[in-house]
Nanobody, 117 residues
Framework: QVQLVESGGGLVQAGGSLRLSCAASERIFSLNAMGWYRQAPGKQRDMVASITRGGITNYVDSVKDRFTISRSLVKNTMYLQMNSLKPEDTAVYYC???????????WGQGTQVTVSS
């Protein structure tokens, strides 16, 4: 099955930017959808942004106008550009794929994003 590997996390000051990458082991166009989730300490894992096979994107309200999800079908890689970062964006960010239907059934290992105030 497809494997996902995230990169690009780190420590940044509030107001700064980071770009996360998610490299897939196979053609991402074969996937129904891909998304970014995040999980802060003591909280549940929540979706941040998603992109369908057709390129339709969706964002949680708290990151609209700050985060941008995109993909490269040539590189089989999904990205999350995060601007104007806030301390509340601190979390482990996970890349996920929905191979057949709307259920996300493949996950990356996660990458830590820490935003200092």
């Amino acid at each position: 099955q497809v494997q996902l590997v995230e990169s690009g996390g780190g420590l940044v000051q509030a107001g700064g930017s980071l770009r996360l990458s998610c490299a897939a082991s196979e053609r991402i166009f074969s996937l129904n959808a891909m998304g970014w989730y995040r999980q802060a300490p003591g909280k549940q894992r929540d979706m941040v942004a998603s992109i369908t096979r057709g390129g339709i994107t969706n964002y949680v309200d708290s990151v609209k106008d700050r985060f941008t999800i995109s993909r490269s079908l040539v590189k089989n890689t999904m990205y999350l550009q995060m601007n104007s970062l806030k301390p509340e964006d601190t979390a482990v960010y996970y890349c996920a794929a929905a191979r057949i239907d709307s259920r996300y059934d493949v996950w990356g290992q996660g990458t830590q994003v820490t935003v200092s105030s």
